[in-house]
């Protein structure tokens, strides 16, 4: 659906996008992470039309970003949602939508039924009538969120749709991006939220500039492979601390009540530290080991790729 070939981006003698090559597939839910200032919005505007690339190409639906004919037919099929929303603040919530469902030429009957349906389902049909420079940040988010989907777009490009919400509003568009899924609608996912990401992303790719990885977030944590040992007490008294920090334990880590490092051996030295540890004084609550998470993996990925 999304082909990408060795797509660059400069602006002068900044490099902000490059050479990432990937496919996203129809029906996908891609997510793409990475720190500020790694690309992001610039490849996502690149794909929508909004800028021209400097290298390279992308296809969406077989029509080429770079060429202009192709370049209408794609706004055609996508919908975004940008990272600063862009709407008419003097305009109502109602006629900001009736002004782009115009704009992609949809019918009357099509326009009333599908604004009413799409502010009904984001919870902004009470407010259809008020000008959107009184709206809330979130609600601002959803009713760009409305527009993008106004004509029943294939590909859906979110560019951090829910950095400005509260957790229910975030979760109230995290299951909209998850009905769409189910519609076999493409979306593209520009996001920081590493959980956000792991829940409702298919595949997820880490950018830097350049592609650092890309593959499902098994994939990802697999490739990582960080297993800590988590031990939690009652409490790490001074002696506690000394007798842990004795054992040179790989990434020692003392939060409150809770000792992690990275697990030895795949567990199986457990034992001397929790030994140790008792040796102490210490009274232990819990030992665990726990995978990976993609924040490791992020932030590891992320890390070696400055
Ligand atoms: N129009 C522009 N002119 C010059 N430089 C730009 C322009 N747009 C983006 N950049 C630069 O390109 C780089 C990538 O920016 P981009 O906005 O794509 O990052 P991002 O990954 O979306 O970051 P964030 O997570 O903060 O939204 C940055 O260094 C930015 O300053
Ligand atoms: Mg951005």
């Not at 949602?81 to 008419?88: A, C, I, K, T």
């Not at 527009?147 to 490009?157: C, E, G, K, N």
């Not at 829910?162 to 519609?183: G, H, S, W, Y």
């Not at 007490?233 to 809770?258: F, Y």
Request: charged share 25%; aromatic share 6%; proline share 3%.
């Amino acid at each position: 659906m999304i082909e990408i070939d060795n797509l660059s981006k400069k602006f002068g003698d900044l490099t902000a996008v490059d050479s990432i090559s990937m496919n996203i597939n129809e029906g996908e839910v891609f997510g793409f992470l990475g720190p500020n200032g790694a690309g992001k919005t610039t490849t996502v505007r690149m794909l929508c039309t909004l800028i021209s690339k400097t290298s390279g190409n992308a296809r969406i639906s077989g029509y080429n970003i770079g060429d202009k004919d192709d370049s209408l037919k794609i706004r055609k099929i996508i919908g975004l949602v940008p990272d600063n929303v862009g709407l008419s603040e003097h305009l109502s919530a109602y006629d900001n939508l009736e002004f782009f469902a115009r704009v992609h030429d949809l019918s009357k009957t099509e326009r009333k039924e599908r604004i009413q349906y799409f502010l009904e389902m984001l919870g902004l049909w009470d407010k259809r009538n008020v000008s959107v420079g009184t709206f809330s940040k979130g609600m601002k988010q959803k009713l760009a969120i409305a527009r993008a989907l106004i004509h029943d777009p294939q590909v859906l490009f979110l560019d951090e749709p829910t950095a400005n919400l509260d957790p229910e509003a975030a979760k109230t568009v995290r299951d909209f991006i998850l009905d769409l899924k189910k519609q076999k609608k493409t979306i593209f996912l520009n996001t920081h939220n590493l959980d956000e990401a792991q829940r409702i992303c298919d595949r997820i790719g880490i950018l830097n500039t350049k592609l650092v990885s890309i593959g499902t977030p098994k994939d990802l944590e697999d490739a990582v492979r960080v297993r800590k040992t988590v031990i939690e007490l009652e409490q790490v008294t001074d002696s506690v601390l000394k007798s842990v920090q004795k054992l040179s334990l790989p990434n020692l880590d003392v939060e409150g009540n809770t000792i992690t490092f990275d697990t030895i051996d795949s567990g199986s030295k457990n034992w001397p530290i929790v030994e140790a540890i008792v040796h102490a004084g210490g009274h232990v609550n819990i030992v665990k080991v726990v995978g990976s998470t993609l924040e490791d993996v992020y932030l590891k990925l992320v890390g070696e790729n400055q």
